[in-house]
Nanobody, 116 residues
Framework: QVQLVESGGGLVQTGGSLRLSCAAS????????MGWYRQAPGKQRELVAT???????NYADSVKGRFTISRDNAKNTVYLQMNSLKPEDTAVYYC??????????WGQGTQVTVSS
């Protein structure tokens, strides 16, 4: 089992910044990659950014150049720094971990709202 706890969401104006954090616990040694996904009302959940255990990073085209994913292995925490936020970034953001042996785990989600 892997437990994921997100924090850092909130309300921000267009052009503002937020940093999301995701603390992992449990069977973290099995994790092959971690990342962030988001789901806006009436839309499907979509990938935002992922980072593998080998530090390979992938971003959705819509956030490239504005969002940065990083991790602190000592704290078992993954971060998502979000700059130049737009109203279309408004969504519930979910932390994800994936491993070959255990599959996907999800956090409870944190709301990000960008006002225009």
């Amino acid at each position: 089992q892997v437990q994921l706890v997100e924090s850092g969401g909130g309300l921000v104006q267009t052009g503002g910044s937020l940093r999301l954090s995701c603390a992992a616990s449990g069977s973290i040694f099995t994790i092959n990659s971690m990342g962030w996904y988001r789901q806006a009302p009436g839309k499907q959940r979509e990938l935002v950014a992922t980072i593998t255990s080998g530090d390979r990073i992938n971003y959705a085209d819509s956030v490239k150049g504005r969002f940065t994913i990083s991790r602190d292995n000592a704290k078992n925490t993954v971060y998502l720094q979000m700059n130049s936020l737009k109203p279309e970034d408004t969504a519930v953001y979910y932390c994800n971990s994936w491993s070959i042996s255990r599959g996907n785990y999800w956090g409870q989600g944190t709301q990000v709202t960008v006002s225009s």
